[in-house]
């Protein structure tokens, strides 16, 4: 069970995982730095609670620590009990949710146990922004994504904004990097995978047309350059999403929420 434990000073160090989360060249959730991963508010909390992120400790308010109630039951891990402005003072930043965990990270997954079993998955090349890839994982978990895999140089899925704005899902769906990239796609094809590359080029089949694969790999890259050509060269079908005259492309995540939607349509 969670251990409560008041704390009256911010410069405790047991609070450290906490401090200082908007400072670039302190900050706890960098992969080579303490590599934590942090979750914020009760709901990402709760989401972390039911993951593979091994908990470590919470900070929080009272308020939070009554709303999560019998959630902590199963976490041996303490919770630091704070006032809204002593945790203001400790992370840098006033925090409207009232509650920060934080996790080590666990070992990485391999591309196998990621990609055996599933139907369904989205591949990411060069995607940089946090934003996206939070929102890429949030719309895959709710339109039925087994998974994301990584290719190129994308940015770190467990950074603290990649986290909130996935509203924990990074937390829950299971990712993993594509080994030796572009050349690692026909991996998938062996398993089945049909591979398909979203692209604005008005050359591209629609959609809607295009997929047609048991098993499905829709790969996606970053706002504005898009995918590589080469990349492009090692899918199966290259596909666009119909627009209106005159728009040129979509937020990628935008883009990938319409390809999942398509894809669970298509699929009955």
């Not at 410069?11 to 979750?39: K, Y």
């Not at 087994?146 to 299971?174: E, I, T």
């Amino acid at each position: 069970m969670v251990h409560v434990i008041d704390i009256n000073d911010p410069a405790d160090p047991r609070l450290d995982s906490f401090r200082d989360l908007n400072s670039s060249d302190r900050r706890p959730d960098l992969p080579d730095g303490r590599g934590l991963v942090i979750a914020e508010g009760v709901l990402v909390v709760q989401r972390m609670i039911d993951s593979r992120f091994p908990m470590a400790g919470l900070l929080g308010v009272e308020g939070r620590l009554a709303k999560l109630g019998a959630d902590l039951d199963a976490v041996d891990a303490p919770y630091y009990r704070v006032t809204a402005e002593m945790m203001t003072a400790c992370i840098g930043f006033p925090l409207n949710r009232g509650v920060l965990a934080v996790a080590e990270r666990p070992s990485t997954l391999t591309f196998d146990a990621v990609v055996d079993g599933a139907r369904t998955l989205v591949i990411l090349e060069d995607v940089n922004d946090h934003e996206n890839i939070g929102s890429i994982f949030r719309n895959g978990a709710g339109m039925n994504v087994d998974a994301v895999l990584f290719g190129g140089s994308c940015a770190d899925p467990l950074y603290r904004r990649a986290v909130r704005v996935s509203m924990g899902h990074v937390l829950r769906v299971p990712f993993a990097d594509v080994p030796d990239w572009p050349n690692g796609l026909q991996l998938l094809r062996e398993r089945g995978f049909q591979v398909v590359s979203l692209t604005p080029n008005p050359e591209a089949l629609p959609l809607a047309a295009a997929m047609s694969g048991e098993k499905v790999a829709l790969l996606v890259g970053a706002e504005g350059p898009g995918l590589r050509e080469h990349t492009m060269q090692a899918t199966d079908v290259r596909a666009r999403i119909p627009m209106a005259p005159g728009a040129d492309s979509l937020n990628v995540a935008t883009a990938a929420a319409m390809a999942f939607y398509e894809r669970i349509r298509s699929d009955g």
